[in-house]
């Protein structure tokens, strides 16, 4: 219904139930307070391959070749098959998600990865289902793309009329995408730190 109605460009009716997006801001909530570090939202990621850092001693996250738990399996994929067909209506409450998520700096690994892995060469598959791609790749384009085009449309210093020009470059739903999205990075670079980020092979 929701994919139905963004083709015929219209909005989705105000009736349908949003069930799922509330299930992902709900999710989002109750994993962003995490006070004493447990990392419970380890259960929503399984990577095939371990994690590599030296903070982590003792957890079967962090040993090769062991299977992870049903339960586990079931989430995480859960979280990548959300991300790989997601709606606009939707891409917020997933990056909310997303950010409770990576509360925590092995959880912050995995989505980093995650954002990571997204922008591979699946990406014009996925743009071209209609989804909104959730990677670092597509982010980072997005922002050059609003810098390029919020730029041209700044009037010129001679120009008396600009005080009455209307903000045309950039809708409400896209700045309030981007800030989730300027918020999940945000909470990933705390746990990882900016150099861990910046560092990492692409």
Known sequence: ?????????????ISLRRDLEHLMLLIGELYKKNPYHLELA?????LSEPLQTPTIMGSYLGVAHQRPPQRQVVLSKFVRQMGDLLPPTIY???????????NGPQCAHYCFSLLKVNGSSHVENI??????????????????????????????????????LPSRGITQKEQDGLIAFLQLTSTIITWLGLQACTTTPS
């Open 92 to 102: 917020i409450p997933y990056l909310k998600m997303l950010q409770g998520l990576a």
């Open 127 to 164: 743009q071209g289902a209609g989804g909104s791609p959730v990677s670092w790749e597509h982010f980072f384009h997005s922002l050059t793309l609003y810098h390029e085009h919020l730029r041209k449309d700044l009037p010129s210093a001679d120009s008396v009329q600009y005080r009455h």
């Open 1 to 13: 219904m929701i994919h139905m109605s963004m083709q015929m460009g219209n909005e989705p009716p």
């Open 42 to 46: 380890l259960e929503y990621w399984c």
